[in-house]
């Protein structure tokens, strides 16, 4: 089993549409928790990071439920570009070493 | 600007011939960190170093080496370049009170 599982999409949205991503992952200890994003064939940026209570960020929310080992991310108002990949990562360890999932495509059209 | 530089951003090599792909951050940060990606898996850590001079592996770390001599380098060593090692490498760094890593551009490295 995958430490960080994510639905690989594509999820296929129009412009303005609310789109959710999901992701579990396996470790317990799991201590800090982002989302990245990740345009084709660019590099992994912080999207944002995700706490206990709940955070948001404009257009993005996300989510947090340790007891289920569960992390979300909503996007409101879709916008052509949040056309990418996001990625569900988790931290553990005193070196905060990142455990990647596979990461979900978002394609939003027109 | 801070960043993280690597290089090159493109490189064919055949196998067996040693490369090295160096990065670099003007950050001051402690921690470093080495990733593969490959269709389907994700990133894969490869190494990683928490200071100068203190490294460990990773997730995949059979057939690299790093050194970290200085702080804002962190190369990354091929010595008998694979077939299996054709993918696309992204070195990153991360501050001690930093929340997350900020990536290089990547590599993306073909051996034949």
């Known amino acids: 089993r995958k430490e960080v599982e994510q639905d690989p999409g594509p999820f296929n949205v129009p412009e303005g549409a609310t789109v959710a991503f999901n992701c579990t992952y396996s470790n317990s200890a799991s201590q800090s928790f982002f989302w990245y994003r990740q345009d084709c064939r660019k590099e992994p940026k912080l999207l944002m990071s995700?706490?206990?209570s709940g955070n948001e960020d404009g257009r993005f929310t996300a989510q947090l439920n340790r007891a289920s080992q569960y992390i979300s991310l909503l996007i409101r108002d879709s916008k052509l570009s949040d056309s990418a990949t996001y990625l569900c990562?988790?931290?553990?360890?005193?070196?905060?070493?990142?455990?990647f999932g596979a990461g979900t495509r978002l394609a939003v059209h027109p | 600007e801070a960043q993280v530089t690597q290089n090159p951003r493109y490189l064919i090599t055949v196998t067996g011939k040693k490369l090295t792909v160096t990065c670099s951050q003007n950050?001051?940060?402690?921690?470093m960190s080495w990733y593969r990606q490959d269709p389907g898996l994700g990133l894969r850590q490869i190494y990683y170093s928490m200071n100068v001079e203190v490294t460990d592996k990773g997730d995949v770390p059979e057939g690299y080496k790093v050194s970290r001599k200085e702080k804002r380098n962190f190369p990354l060593i091929l010595e008998s370049p694979s077939p299996n090692q054709t993918s696309l490498y992204f070195c990153a760094s991360k501050g001690r009170t930093n929340y997350g890593y900020t990536f290089g551009s990547g590599t993306r490295l073909t051996v034949v």
């Open positions: 995700v706490y206990s």
């Open positions: 950050m001051n940060h402690e921690y």
């Open positions: 990562v988790v931290s553990s360890g005193g070196y905060n070493k990142l455990i």
